[in-house]
């Protein structure tokens, strides 16, 4: 008898507020097995999934997992994730998608010899999705729900995985690609030597595909197996165990319960941003290992963060700096001429108010687009697709993620300098002032002894700034996220948060500037 490609062995997970959710829970999946697991709605099939997946994510939102050893993976075989509508990465195309696992299949996994064909155009054709799909420039988004699902099954085999975790796949799929679907799983277990758990609350899509059918009873936190009864009798065994566990939830939420364990799970997402510029360093060498790879999330994060928004900045940094010096010379006293204004305040307006409104502007602009995009990535299950082909976060998204807004910040604000000293020259020609360049650039190239202190607070204040709003975006919007508020919540929080710690060190640093 062959060894099992996954042993599940007494797994115990309680939930944060100390209930047990799985109480010596056992699976065990045989090579060309395809295992169907039914249950209701918080039974913890989810959460079986971040067991398999992001068992570290889990543990630090408070759940307690054990033993540590509790999942063992047989010889060669290594965990696939085939998540909810496929989850195609939307940062590539069709091709990109299945190009990607290829380039990544011998990491992490021992079983090179059977991860099947090389070539993008073998895998689509292994999955019956057109050869022209293969074309450069296929985008996901022209792809249906079933091809989505074929793609993430060909991107997920691929990589080199055996043992294929199936969420919810038939979920937005009509009958005949329902059809299909379990033709293609049925299929892909028997040719590939594969092993495939489908999670579904489909019970005619679980008997058409599984070898065996499971029901995950939260009264008893165990896997209960479901006879092979006719699908009348099947379908009234469910809906009582489904009833049955619905009451035994419901009376667990009555019970008192335990205060949640999450205190040093919030202290280390507290303290995530401001270690992430060391984290994103550390992960550099291995992200380099795959130019190719970061140059693409990097290039795509310039794009949203710095090219599409730049004339904004321009536009605005323009106006400010005519606006600064417009109202400077309006409140001077009568007589003294718009040249002897200039004169005094010189580029220290620019100085002053380019770090702090740049940084302002950014988080709430480049730092949104971007964290919108990664919080997408999160909620489509995107990050946990590529996590579970063996990508980490932090070298895939995390190094050219923060790196690229660092240089976007770097950038911007160089931008919003020169726009408002475009600003300050466009109404030093309008009020007469003869040459007013070295005026306005002063201060900024050349500064007197005295004045030197405000260039160097600004380039100190910029770097910060560069630097944490980077931190505060990328670590905020790359946590789990389960639903468009938790997308909306980073986003605005990274807005919030950074404004708060802009402004204060504004305040501090002035305030030990003019000292005296």
């Known amino acids: 008898m062959t060894e099992p490609l996954l042993r599940i ?5 309680r939930l944060p507020d100390g209930r047990a959710l799985f109480d010596g829970l056992d699976l065990t999946l045989e090579q060309g097995e395809v295992v169907a697991l039914l249950g209701g709605s918080g039974a913890g099939k989810s959460t079986l999934a971040r067991v398999l997946f992001e068992r570290d994510d889990l543990i630090d939102a408070g759940f307690e997992v054990a033993p540590p050893d509790a999942i063992e993976l047989g010889k060669g075989a290594s965990l696939g994730l085939v998540p909810q509508r496929g989850a195609a990465f939307d940062h590539l195309d069709v091709a990109g998608n299945i190009a990607l696992a290829l380039r990544r299949r011998v990491e992490g996994s021992g079983d090179s010899e059977r991860a099947g064909p090389d070539s993008v155009a073998s895998w689509l054709a292994a999955v019956d999705l057109p050869a022209e799909m293969g074309a450069s420039g296929t985008e996901v988004s022209r792809l249906s729900g079933g091809q ?28 005949l690609r329902v059809k299909g679907l379990a033709e293609l799983v049925r299929q892909t277990a028997s040719q590939r030597g594969a092993a495939v758990l489908v999670v579904t609350h489909d019970l ?10 499971l029901f995950l009873d939260p009264a008893r936190g165990k896997l209960v197996p479901l006879g092979a009864e006719e699908p009348q009798v099947l379908e009234a065994d469910v809906l009582d165990k489904l009833e049955a566990g619905e009451a035994a939830t419901r009376a667990a939420d009555d019970e008192r319960r335990a205060p949640p364990r999450r205190l040093a799970s919030l202290g280390r997402r507290a303290l995530g941003s401001l270690l992430m510029p060391a984290a994103a360093l550390l992960a550099l ?16 994060v310039l794009r949203a963060s710095l090219l599409r928004p730049l004339p904004f900045y321009l536009i605005v940094s323009v106006l400010l700096g005519y606006t600064v010096l417009y109202v400077i010379s309006r409140a001077l006293p009568v007589g003294l001429r718009a040249a002897k204004a200039v004169e005094l305040v010189g580029g220290s307006y620019i100085l002053a108010l380019a770090p702090p409104v740049c940084a302002f502007l950014f988080v709430a602009t480049s ?3 971007t964290s919108a995009w ?25 190094v050219p993620c923060y790196f690229g807004l660092l240089v976007a910040f770097v950038l911007v604000a160089a931008t919003f300098a020169g726009g408002m000293a475009l600003g300050g020259y466009w109404h030093c020609v309008q009020s007469g002032v003869a040459d007013p360049w070295p005026l306005l650039l002063g201060d900024l190239l050349d500064p007197e002894p005295n004045r030197a202190v405000l260039r160097s607070r600004a ?49 501090v640093t002035a305030m030990w500037v003019f000292r005296r």
């Open 459 to 507: 380039l100190w204040l910029c770097g910060i700034y560069a630097c944490g709003v980077a931190a505060e975006v990328v670590f905020r919007s790359t946590l789990r996220k389960d639903s468009a508020d938790d997308v909306t919540r980073a986003m605005t929080g990274s807005v919030v948060i950074a404004t708060l710690w802009v402004v204060a060190l504004e305040l």
């Open 148 to 175: 989505a699902q074929r793609l993430a099954v060909a991107r997920t085999l691929a990589s080199g995985r055996r043992v294929l975790f199936l969420d919810e796949p038939s979920v937005g799929l009509d009958p």
């Open 9 to 13: 062995r007494d797994l115990r997970v």
């Open 285 to 300: 060498p291995r992200a380099l290992r795959h130019a190719g790879d970061t140059l693409r999330v990097l290039l795509r």
């Open 374 to 398: 990664l919080g997408s990535m999160g909620l489509t299950r995107q990050i946990a697709a590529l996590e579970a082909l063996g990508i980490s976060r932090r070298d895939y998204l995390w």
């Open 204 to 213: 005619s899509f679980a008997q058409q595909v599984a070898d065996r059918l």
């Open 367 to 369: 730092g949104s687009a």
